[in-house]
């Protein structure tokens, strides 16, 4: 005679084994949002676990929602991790999208970076996203005048009059940049 609990009893008392879908949406709200403001926690620590979801997401071919990008570009914004961003946008680590390109996340980079009188770095940080056609010129060339360097101010001024070539058939700007009058490199 046996002891204990019959084989038959024994099957079904082993746990059901189920499966919990958890979108990107709620992953973000609940998760990685609340996990990037927390205090004490290493940023590149934080960096590094948006990095491997959006791995993971890549990995299974999921597409990944433009929300996490721009996690993931605050973040780096945050601290001041400018040569990182530029790096995983030149390398297509952070894919392009619509809503992304739409976003104001890059202006806010390129403020960021002419604050800190990184006027060549916002010019290719534009350029490689693609909105170096559509920028202000003003905007660049005063954070250049602002530096006091006249030959950064100058392959800024000749940036844009290539620019304005290439798109218009002529390196003038508009009429109505009466700023640029006064900024031009022969008044410096």
């Not at 570009?73 to 619509?98: E, G, N, R």
């Not at 001024?157 to 218009?168: K, M, P, T, W, Y």
């Amino acid at each position: 005679m046996e002891s204990g609990p019959s084989r038959g009893s024994a099957a079904q008392k082993r746990p059901v084994r189920t499966q919990a879908v958890i979108d990107q949406s709620d992953m973000y709200t609940h998760v990685l949002s609340s996990f990037t403001e927390r205090k004490g926690v290493s940023h590149k620590f934080i960096i590094a676990v948006l990095m491997e979801y959006i791995r993971s997401l890549n990995q299974f071919q999921i597409t990944v929602q433009h929300y996490l990008y721009e996690l993931v570009i605050k973040t780096l914004v945050q601290h001041s991790l400018f040569y990182m961003l530029h790096q995983f946008l030149q390398y297509h680590v952070l894919s392009d999208s619509k809503p992304l390109r739409l976003s104001t996340a890059n202006d806010e980079i390129v403020e960021v970076l002419l604050s800190k009188q990184q006027v060549l770095g916002a010019l290719r940080f534009i350029r490689s996203v693609g909105g170096h056609d559509n920028v202000s010129a003003r905007k660049f060339l005063d954070a250049a005048r602002q530096t006091a360097d006249q030959m950064l101010f100058y392959t800024v001024f000749r940036s844009f009059q290539q620019r304005n070539h290439r798109l218009r058939g002529s390196p003038a700007f508009n009429p109505d940049s009466s700023l640029l009058l006064r900024l031009h490199p022969s008044s410096l």
